[in-house]
C-alpha cells in the first residue's frame, strides 16, 4: 500500500518561493520504473502538471513553469520536494503529488495521488 502525504506552508508571500514535500510510504522513490510527479489545481480550473522525477533522479517541467520550478529528492528519506519561485497569486492552487508508470504529463495518467495541499500566494 503506497501512500503520499504532501506537506508544506498554507500561506506564501508574493514573490516568494514555495516549498511542498511529498512523504512516500511503502514504495521507493527509486524503483524502475516510476515517476513521481507535481500536480495542482487552482480554484475553479483544471489540473495542471507541474513537473516531476524519474526513479533515477532525471527531472522533467512543464514549459510555462521551468524557468521558476525545481523538484529534488532525499532518498534517505524517501522525499522529493517541488520549489516555484516567484510566486504571484496566479500560483493559488491545490497542489498534489502522484505518482505514474513514466513519464505522463496528462493528470489523469496519474494513478496514484496524495491528498493534496491548499497553498495561497498573498499579494
Known amino acids: 500500500q503506497v501512500q503520499l502525504v504532501e506537506s508544506g506552508p498554507g500561506l506564501v508571500g508574493a514573490s516568494q518561493t514555495l516549498t511542498v514535500t511529498c512523504t512516500v510510504s511503502?514504495?521507493?522513490?527509486?524503483?524502475?520504473?516510476?515517476?513521481w510527479g507535481w500536480i495542482r489545481q487552482p480554484p475553479g480550473q483544471d489540473l495542471e502538471w507541474v513537473g516531476g522525477i524519474r526513479y533515477d533522479g532525471d527531472t522533467d517541467y512543464s514549459p510555462p513553469l521551468r524557468s521558476r520550478t525545481s523538484i529534488s529528492r532525499d532518498t534517505s528519506k524517501n522525499q522529493f520536494t517541488l520549489h516555484l519561485s516567484s510566486l504571484t497569486p496566479e500560483d493559488t492552487a491545490v497542489y498534489h503529488c502522484?505518482?505514474?508508470?513514466?513519464?505522463?504529463?496528462?493528470?489523469?495518467?496519474?494513478?496514484?495521488w496524495g491528498q493534496g495541499h491548499m497553498v495561497t500566494v498573498s499579494p
Open positions: 511503502g514504495g521507493s522513490l527509486t524503483a524502475y520504473p516510476y515517476y
Open positions: 502522484a505518482r505514474a508508470d513514466g513519464l505522463r504529463t496528462l493528470p489523469h495518467d496519474y494513478p496514484l
